[in-house]
């Protein structure tokens, strides 16, 4: 006996069911593999330091007013977000906070440090701050010239005493980045130990975390090893360095994994990720950069997870944005690589289609 459904015939009912459901597949979010790790923290910014770079949202977070610093905190917090990594807190010669050092940055919000510190501590944001940029940010001296140097001991004394009473400020950054080539400098460990141990005398408990590229080319033997012995830091946060073109999401696992096994051997320093989410729209630091797709970002994920306690990118800021954000920054195709992530960060890895 033929069946059929509303006058359609029952191959034919079939068949149409069929088709709905694989597009109703093809439009959801990639299952969540409980193995990939999400992103837990991000790079932070009031100013992007590479100015063609951030062309698109310097402009705008110039003129956040306070209250939109703290509605950003808290649509990273509702993103998942643990961690904000304050980049810098001086910049050109200019502070984002009141010091003899240099004169303040003009923004709408008059104290940005504390405010985004204030509201880290209501969404339970954990921020590490910035020792930097006390000189001229892209001059690799800068690690070794005495005058930046005082500059940069009195910034950390003066920071801790301004703002180390918010809980959220949980440990301190480095952000004169070190080339691994394939070994550290020793102007850059003499640099790491002298903040850091500045860092230790005013806020003990306070985490210490750097983030060097040259990720592709560290050697991980036993001279590196004595190396990270040798450095007073609780963090190494490695960047992946996929988006400025010197490594394909396709080699990335392979160096992390070698790094994992030389943090293995010197436990006091756990290995993160610091996998960036961006490509740049031409030249590689010289144009814009705009937000990759989620496609590629969960590929990096995936790459890395296996190796690593954490992941951060870089950065959420300007390459992120919920849709109908209070506080928008960025190119418009942001609010796509937010929700794609946002949709597969919410995904059952036991949803069946």
């Given at each position: 006996m033929n069946g059929s459904v509303n006058g359609i015939g029952r191959r034919q009912f079939i068949s149409k069911l069929s088709a709905a459901t694989a597009a109703l597949g093809a439009s959801l979010p990639p299952m969540r593999d409980p193995k990939v790790?999400?992103?837990?923290?991000?790079?932070?910014?009031?100013?992007?330091?590479?100015?063609?770079?951030?062309?698109d949202w310097n402009p705008a977070c110039a003129c956040f007013s306070c209250a939109q610093w703290d509605a950003k905190i808290r649509e990273m917090s509702e993103a998942g977000l643990q961690y904000l990594v304050l980049m810098a807190t001086a910049l050109y010669y200019r502070a984002f906070y009141k010091t003899s050092t240099f004169p303040p940055w003009r923004l709408a919000c008059s104290d940005p440090i504390d405010t985004v510190l204030s509201a880290a501590d209501k969404y339970n944001v954990k921020f590490f701050i910035g020792g930097g940029f006390y000189g001229d940010w892209a001059d690799p001296k800068i690690v070794s010239d005495p005058i930046a140097a005082r500059k940069r001991l009195q910034a950390i004394e003066e920071l801790a005493k301004l703002y180390g009473h918010h809980r959220s400020f949980y440990g301190w950054y480095w952000p004169n980045e070190a080339?691994?080539?394939?070994?550290?400098?020793?102007?850059?460990?003499q640099y790491v130990n002298a903040c850091s141990k500045a860092a230790r005398q005013l806020m003990?408990?306070?985490?210490?975390l750097i983030a060097p590229y040259g990720t592709r080319v560290a050697a991980a033997d036993d001279k590196y090893v004595k190396q990270l012995e040798s450095m007073d830091v609780d963090i190494v946060a490695y960047q992946d360095e996929v988006g400025v073109r010197k490594s394909t999401v396709e080699e990335t696992a392979v160096f992390y994994e070698r790094l994992h096994k030389a943090h293995t051997r010197v436990p006091k320093a756990a290995i993160w990720a610091d996998v960036e989410i961006f490509e740049f729209e031409g030249e590689v630091y010289h144009s814009p950069v705009t937000s990759a797709s989620f496609d590629r970002v969960l590929r990096q994920l995936e790459a890395v997870s296996p190796w690593v306690d954490t992941v951060l990118v870089y950065q959420y800021l300007g390459l992120m944005n919920k849709p109908g954000s209070a506080a928008f920054a960025g190119p418009p195709e942001s609010t796509k690589l937010y929700t794609d992530y946002v949709r597969w960060l919410n995904s059952s890895h036991h949803r069946t289609a």
């Open positions: 790790k999400a992103i837990s923290g991000s790079w932070f910014e009031f100013q992007h330091h590479a100015t063609v770079e951030g062309v080339f691994i080539n394939p070994y550290y400098s020793n102007e850059f460990i003990p408990g306070a985490r210490i």
